[in-house]
């Protein structure tokens, strides 16, 4: 078992930046894939960044140009970089891993971080 655990979020004025933190509880099981999702009040979950093992990266159009997402193979750690913050960004912010095995594909998710642009 792998718990996800993210941390970083708070409150920012627009165009703050922030940077979000996601440690697994364990260093001897890598992700295959990982991600950040956020769900904003009354919207569904939408993936905000996603990030392969071999650091392939892609972004939702509406944080691209603003954010990188990057990994520490050896904390085990996904991190999420978000500059020039919109109140739009406001959102619980999820952290996302995937591990494959001979056993199938097991997921993981975070209890999730709050972000508030707001002045």
């Known amino acids: 078992q792998v718990l996800l655990e993210e941390s970083g979020g708070g409150l920012v004025q627009p165009g703050g930046s922030l940077r979000l933190s996601c440690e697994a509880s364990?260093?001897?099981?890598?992700?295959?894939?990982m991600a950040w999702y956020r769900q904003a009040p009354g919207k569904q979950r939408e993936v905000v960044a996603t990030?392969?093992?071999?650091?392939?990266?892609n972004y939702a159009d509406s944080v691209k140009g603003r954010s990188t997402v990057s990994r520490d193979n050896a904390k085990n750690t996904l991190y999420l970089q978000m500059n020039s913050l919109k109140p739009e960004d406001t959102a619980v912010y999820y952290c996302?891993?995937?591990?494959?095995?001979?056993?199938?594909?097991?997921?993981?998710w975070g209890q999730g971080t709050q972000v508030t642009v707001s002045s």
């Open positions: 996302f891993g995937r591990r494959l095995s001979l056993g199938g594909a097991q997921e993981y």
């Open positions: 364990r260093t001897d099981l890598s992700f295959n894939f």
């Open positions: 990030i392969t093992s071999d650091d392939n990266t």
